[in-house]
């Protein structure tokens, strides 16, 4: 069965510090990936999504940056966080095909200070 | 560009009562899907409907898909602490073209439930 795994959980993080998350998905090849994130109470916004190794689409224009470096890998970036960048940030993986539901991670409750 | 709304934003309810939310795209949608979001935690797929006008169950929830395809609700009967989060609607991404498999989510739907 397919399995993703996202960490760290939780991360405190200073204003002007790097940020690095990770995504990884088991049991299954060449996954549609997608970022989201979440703030409190409300919806999810579409981030960054990637068809393949290195192909990544952008959704918004934002201070993150994702990389796709192997199949099932997904790295959500930034090289000085935001206080805006506070939030819950979801990786998700799904099919290439209108159909299919996506799977989420457990997620990264990410606060600025 | 395609919007997903889903109303309302917030209920509570009492244990027992029932409760709806409803979605509503502004494209005609080839699959409406459900997720729900337990408090903490991340969305759960719950179901597809595919068919204009279907209606499917799981035990006390009853999902229906409209017959333009451009809405859907959510019923729960006879509701649970166990309900507690937030449900959200969601479709296919329509752009034009290939939708990589994005979804567009409605903003959910907080059901808060009162023992």
């Known amino acids: 069965s397919q399995t993703i795994h996202q960490w760290p959980a939780t991360l405190v993080q200073p204003v002007g510090s790097p940020l690095s998350l990770e995504c990884t998905v088991e049991g299954t090849s060449n996954p549609n990936l997608y970022w989201y994130r979440q703030a409190a109470g409300r919806g999810l916004q579409l981030l960054f999504y990637s068809v393949g190794i290195g192909q990544i689409s952008s959704e918004v224009p934002q201070n993150l940056s994702a990389s796709r470096p192997q199949d099932r890998q997904f790295i959500l970036s930034s090289k000085k966080l935001l206080l805006s960048d506070s939030g819950f940030y979801l990786c998700?993986?799904?099919?290439?095909?209108?159909?299919?539901?996506?799977?989420f991670g457990d997620g990264t409750r990410l606060s600025i200070l | 560009g395609q919007q997903v709304m889903q109303i309302p934003q917030y209920q509570h309810v009492q244990e027992g009562e029932d409760f709806t939310t409803y979605c509503n795209s502004s494209?005609?949608?080839?699959?409406i899907q459900w997720y729900k979001q337990r408090p903490g935690g991340h969305p759960v797929f719950l179901i597809q409907?595919?068919?204009?006008?279907e209606v499917k169950k799981q035990k006390r929830l009853t999902f229906q898909f409209g017959e333009a395809k451009k809405n859907s609700s959510l019923h729960i009967t006879a509701t649970q602490t166990t309900d507690v989060g937030t449900y959200f609607c969601a479709g296919p991404h329509n752009a034009g073209g290939t939708s990589y498999g994005k979804l567009t989510f409605g903003q959910g739907t907080i059901l808060t439930v009162h023992p």
């Open positions: 998700a993986w799904g099919r290439d095909r209108s159909n299919q539901p996506q799977h």
């Open positions: 409907l595919v068919k204009s006008g």
């Open positions: 494209t005609t949608l080839s699959n």
